[in-house]
Nanobody, 127 residues
Framework: QVHLVESGGGLVQAGGSLRLSCAAS????????MGWFRQAPGKEREFVRA????????FYADSVKGRFTISRDNAKNTVYLQMNSLKPEDTAVYYC????????????????????WGQGTQVTVFS
């Protein structure tokens, strides 16, 4: 059974940083591309960042360009989202997701391309 468990969320002041982690089990982690999505109250889930199986390619949403970095450690079955210069509009529940498909710039942003999802971790940014 596949499990994706996010951690690292919390309450942070605007301009601060957080690092989210997503630990995967029950799958061959290096065979899956990984993505981060978020959902704010009353809004649809939106793409944040994604990374290829090897980590050689990454994809990002314009809203987080230059602020959020995605990385992965295949030896630890973990993907990370480093979030810097946080803004109140970054407040959301953040989800990690895994897909066996090869990600392309278009497909990385589509949540239906992903096979497995975590339960999410809350990030709240106050001004």
């Amino acid at each position: 059974q596949v499990h994706l468990v996010e951690s690292g969320g919390g309450l942070v002041q605007a301009g601060g940083s957080l690092r989210l982690s997503c630990a995967a089990s029950g799958l061959t982690f290096s065979s899956y591309a990984m993505g981060w999505f978020r959902q704010a109250p009353g809004k649809e889930r939106e793409f944040v960042r994604a990374i290829s199986r090897s980590g050689g390619s990454t994809f990002y949403a314009d809203s987080v360009k230059g602020r959020f970095t995605i990385s992965r450690d295949n030896a630890k079955n973990t993907v990370y989202l480093q979030m810097n210069s946080l803004k109140p509009e970054d407040t959301a529940v953040y989800y990690c997701a895994a897909t066996s498909r090869t990600l392309l710039p278009g497909s990385a942003r589509r949540d239906y391309e992903y096979d497995y999802w975590g339960q999410g971790t809350q990030v709240t940014v106050f001004s």
